[in-house]
């Protein structure tokens, strides 16, 4: 039987022309030969194994050959797939100019085409792939992985319509030799990437189940960068795709991100590693209960994260001292989204108090940030977004910030979230005024009654003077800002 999977090397060797000294094609040309008409297999093997090595320093050209006879030798077939991989994904090793990548890519990417022009080629090299003989599942799967980088909408249509395709290539994930199984999770999330169709049969082929095996086993946020590409894969088939939301959460791998968050008490030294991990896996959970989903799905999900203990553990992060401040940032933003518009979520986000004496309330020790000019930019919006969250669709919530406000429910002794807004709204800082003005909007929105209720707050302006009302006061910094804006044009305009 003819490998026709083997002659598209040939097909594609013959028809791309790079210019190289004569005696290397020479030598090209005579191994070709000896592939094509040696009666000896340890010959054929030996000239294959030649033209993979000529394959890493030398694009092959004008040349054509056959391996009719060879298609159940394991090692030619190795030889001959590591050496498509090297043509088609110029993988080098040294440092290369920007110009001489590009040309290489662009090499890749009319090979790849040459390659997949008959779908045959892409349905063998599925089949090699059942092949347990490491020499030929391996460097199997290294290119099949380079042909989806290069055209991966045609790969994917392939694999697609080839029976059990995508079946054989979740076989890696149990392959018990881990290069195999690791470079497997890489042609996974090439497989999956903006295809919908073949992310719903990866899920349904138990990839939850096994991704979060590999997950635990590798060590969750502590593991290395098999945890990264778990996680990745993970984002690939759950982001924008509803029907594999809904069957993560039905399947209960919900309640297996929980232990994903036990950060514990030291929190000094975080690895890059450790970082990169635990904000793909705050993605996840975003993803999940992203506003973009629909509403019975997001609200379905976060009430699954407050009755397994998700919300709870990351609020703990979010009180923990020595977190990195983009994992905060992401974890604020993170929380915001699971209590969004979820009344039991943003009760319990309510009675969250941080671990101070005395004891603070989380929202105050959060607005603190939010109205101090020295946090970082992300930090303050991912803090206004999260007050945004915890006010929406929440009239009891904006009924409580609003009483913080009122000169009945002010305790001197301590620091209140209507204190807070107020400095903010009134401070020398731009951005903290934008902040507690946008944050005050949210209190009142679409609530009638807390409206009234901001009317009756007065504010001590100076020392011996009346107090006045928020709204007056308002009104008289416009005013101020106003008769400035008009004299500075005014003057230009002179000028």
């Not at 997001?298 to 703990?316: A, D, I, P």
Request: proline share 3%; charged share 15%; aromatic share 6%.
């Amino acid at each position: 039987m003819c490998p026709c999977w083997v002659t598209a090397l040939y097909n594609i060797v013959s028809t791309q022309h790079i210019s190289s000294s004569q005696q290397i094609n020479k030598m090209i040309q005579k191994l070709c030969d000896r592939v094509a008409s040696s009666t000896l297999l340890e010959d054929r093997r030996d000239a294959v194994r030649a033209l993979k090595s000529l394959s890493k320093v030398q694009m092959l050209s004008e040349t054509s050959f056959s391996l009719s006879s060879d298609s159940s030798d394991s090692e030619i077939i190795g030889y001959t797939l590591d050496t498509l991989y090297n043509i088609i994904s110029n993988d080098e090793e040294e440092e290369q100019d920007e110009n001489s990548q590009k040309q290489g890519d662009d090499l890749g990417v009319q090979f790849t085409e040459i390659y997949i022009k008959d779908s045959e080629n892409v349905t063998l090299l599925l089949t090699l792939l059942e092949e347990f003989d490491f020499h030929v599942r391996w460097p199997g799967v290294k290119l099949l992985t380079a042909l989806l980088k290069n055209q991966c909408a045609q790969v994917q249509g392939i694999i697609l319509v080839s029976p059990m395709g995508v079946s054989r290539l979740m076989d890696l994930l149990a392959d018990s030799r881990e290069v195999i199984r690791n470079d497997g999770l890489l042609l996974l999330q090439q497989l999956t990437k903006g295809n919908a169709a073949i992310q719903k049969i990866v899920a349904f082929e138990n990839a939850f189940e096994r991704l979060l095996d590999i997950i635990t086993e590798e060590g969750t946020s502590d593991g290395g960068i098999v945890v990264e590409d778990c996680l990745l894969l993970l984002l690939n088939l759950l982001k924008n795709n509803s029907s594999n939301q809904n069957f993560f959460k039905e399947g209960s791998y919900i309640q297996r991100m929980r232990p994903w968050f036990e950060v514990g008490d030291d929190n000094s030294g975080w690895s890059a590693q450790k970082v990169t991990n635990l904000h793909l896996m705050l993605q996840l959970v975003r993803v999940l209960v992203s506003p973009v989903n629909s509403p019975g799905a997001t609200s379905s999900c976060q009430k699954s994260m407050y009755q397994c203990g998700l919300l709870q553990q990351l609020c703990t992060i979010l009180m923990a001292t020595g977190v990195p401040a983009d994992i905060l940032t992401e974890t604020i933003n993170t929380v915001s989204e699971v209590i969004r518009g979820s009344q039991v979520n943003q009760d319990y986000f309510a009675s969250v108090n941080a671990p101070s004496n005395p004891p603070r309330p989380a929202i105050v020790v959060l607005l603190m940030s939010m109205v101090n000019e020295r946090q970082p930019f992300v930090l303050r919006c991912a803090v206004l977004y999260c007050f945004q969250c915890f006010l929406y669709k929440n009239q009891k919530g904006q009924g409580e910030i609003v009483a913080t406000l009122l000169p009945s429910t002010i305790d001197a002794n301590s620091i209140s979230a209507g204190q807070l807004l107020c400095g903010g709204l009134f401070s020398a800082d731009s951005l903290s005024n934008w902040c507690a003005a946008v944050a005050l909007a949210h209190a009142l929105q679409d609530n009638p009654t807390q409206k009234e209720q901001l009317l009756r707050v007065q504010l001590a302006t100076s020392l011996g003077n009346p107090p006045v009302s928020l709204l007056q006061q308002c009104t008289n910094i416009l005013s101020q800002v106003t008769h400035h804006l008009l004299l500075n044009v005014g003057k230009s305009m002179l000028s």
